[in-house]
């Protein structure tokens, strides 16, 4: 018992001593540097596409890539303008061909996807798709990533000392072990965020599609389209997004907001992707 006693108050002290802010002052768990995550995100990013572009199933359609390129070029210039210590990342987007997925999602370092189920189902006005990039620009801004990985390594370094602690008394207790990448890769495609995450990359990305030249009351509309294109169903981007019922709401009330820098007149640079 006074072993199980002393590993909770080292973990506790371990996980006090790893706190960071976010760039809306919020505090963040981060047992994993930025940097940490952008680099298990570089290797994660190539292990996900790898098979894909296999099956030709990477930015096939010239013009859809153009678009989404384009887009989120206007994204990424602005996020630079606002975040200059992102001017280094290697930013990059590939438009994934799968029909029935409706997902994007954005990796530390600004490793981008959005799939063609997206596209195509939910047609989104170019306004609205940089929304979806934008929120996702947002969530890396965030450090969202390494977030995420911290709370997933916390749970595993809990679970290791618990397994410690509880040995001396004959107590086989197993954990679960990921490589950055695979960790990566899974906080950055399947983990969902929390909510607090979210609201967080909503506003950020209703800004930085704004200050990119696009209309911020597109947000609003963007996901009433994503449960209308859910059916009976949720699209897994709502399923990796939750989200409190009012969050159209909270959008709307945001636009206004935003305008500001939307009517700014002034030309909108494009990152080359």
Known sequence: MKQMKITAVFFIVFLLAACATSPTGRSQLMLVSPEEAISASKEAYIQTLRPLDAKGKIDNNPEVTKRVKL???RLISQAIIIHPNTRNWEWSVKVIDDPETVNAWC????????????????????????????????HALANHTAEKMSVAMASQ?????????LSATGYDFGGLSM?????????????PNSRTAEIEADRMGIELAARAGYDPHSAATLWVKMAEAGGDSPPQFLSTHPSPGNRQESLRKLAPQMMQYYKEKKVHPVYPL
Not at 157 to 165: D, R, W
Not at 179 to 191: F, H, N, S, V, Y
């Open 71 to 73: 887009i989120t070029g």
């Open 107 to 138: 990796m530390a370092g600004g490793k981008m996807a959005i799939y063609t189920g997206l596209l195509n189902k939910v047609n989104p006005t170019d306004d609205e798709l940089a929304q979806v990039m934008g929120h996702e620009i947002s």
């Open 157 to 165: 370094a809990g679970l290791s000392a618990l397994s410690i602690a």
């Open 179 to 191: 490589t950055g990448a695979e960790l990566a890769a899974t906080t950055a495609i399947a983990l």
